[in-house]
Nanobody, 112 residues
Framework: VQLVESGGGLVQAGGSLRLSCAAS????????ISWYRQAPGKERELVAG?????GKDYADSVKGRFTISRDNAKVYLQMNSLKSEDTAVYYC?????????WGQGTQVTVSS
């Protein structure tokens, strides 16, 4: 099973981006699915997570600005009011049974 992220890029502070995470198998077989990020010189941190039943969790730093959602094809991360400190590589992570799956990451750069 593989996860593939897309949607990263360069955006000005205050702007928006939407990240997508697609799976090589039925995405509903992967639960939960989360977004992590890792900035240069920092540890990877949880940004948001969503369960198959729609339960959601967010890091305090993104609450009110980021929204995680899923449909039968993908998991999304809508990022609004972006700040320079949101600059990082964003990774999709999922649990497939007892297996942890990571995507390859997508770069998000927010210019101030």
């Amino acid at each position: 099973v593989q996860l593939v992220e897309s949607g990263g890029g360069l955006v000005q502070a205050g702007g928006s981006l939407r990240l997508s995470c697609a799976a090589s198998r039925n995405i509903n077989s992967i639960n939960p699915i989360s977004w992590y990020r890792q900035a240069p010189g920092k540890e990877r941190e949880l940004v948001a997570g969503i369960t198959i039943r729609g339960g959601k969790d967010y890091a305090d730093s993104v609450k009110g600005r980021f929204t995680i959602s899923r449909d039968n094809a993908k998991v999304y991360l809508q990022m609004n009011s972006l700040k320079s400190e949101d600059t990082a590589v964003y990774y999709c992570h999922g649990r497939y049974g007892n297996i942890n799956i990571w995507g390859q990451g997508t770069q998000v750069t927010v210019s101030s």
